[in-house]
């Protein structure tokens, strides 16, 4: 019995590994995701609940609409540098479960921009990398690729489904779960049975 509980609890913490994404990997998170959005922007407001608004300048990737402006209820800095109301930054925003992430930078120049105050984590100088690298832009156009050749597609389809990556990794880490549990309980009954 207390192979199986043991059995049991490191499945679990096998499975919720799985679907943690750890500290350290924004700059990969905004620029792997096709939802993800990056932009310059002023700081329209910023309060000290750490909620802001912003108007988006320059889009780098993801639907940022130019001029319109954006209110998120969490921005963290990516550096020792605190938000003032009028300046600009490079954002990034992942999902509704992130913050908005504010990078401190010399331009908004993607090609040549260095990001200033570097909190020594490696990220800032990773997203620095991927702008002046141009990888940021050729993720853009590929995201807008995939989004041109799913018009087509779309057009003969009779419903679209909306299925995130993380809801899959819940559905099949649920499905696996119920199939390791039923198997662990046949085992243990047969074992009884034998026992007999």
Not at 71 to 90: A, D, P, R
Not at 116 to 144: I, P
Request: hydrophobic residues 40%; charged residues 20%; contains cysteine.
């Amino acid at each position: 019995m207390k192979k199986l509980i043991c059995a049991i609890i490191t499945i679990g913490v096998i499975f919720s590994y799985a679907m943690t994404a750890f500290a350290g990997d924004i700059p990969e998170s905004l620029l792997g995701s096709d939802k993800a959005l990056v932009f310059f922007g002023e700081a329209v407001s910023y309060n000290a609940d750490k909620s802001i608004t912003v108007m988006p300048t320059q889009k780098v990737k993801g639907d940022v609409e130019i001029g319109k402006e954006l209110s998120y209820n969490e921005v963290i800095t990516l550096g020792k540098f605190s938000i003032k109301k009028g300046e600009t930054y490079l954002f990034g925003y992942y999902d509704e479960n992130n913050p908005l992430t504010a990078f401190h930078t010399t331009s908004i120049d993607a090609r040549t921009l260095k990001i200033l105050d570097k909190s020594g984590g490696g990220q800032e100088e990773r997203m620095q990398t991927y702008l002046n690298d141009g990888a940021f832009e050729r993720a853009e156009v590929e995201r807008l690729s995939k989004i041109n050749a799913q018009i087509p597609a779309a057009a003969t389809t009779s419903a679209p489904q909306n299925i995130s990556n993380n809801q899959i990794y819940v559905v099949c880490s649920v499905v696996i779960c119920a199939a390791v549990f039923i198997v662990l309980y046949y085992i243990l009954i047969f074992r009884k049975r034998k026992c007999r």
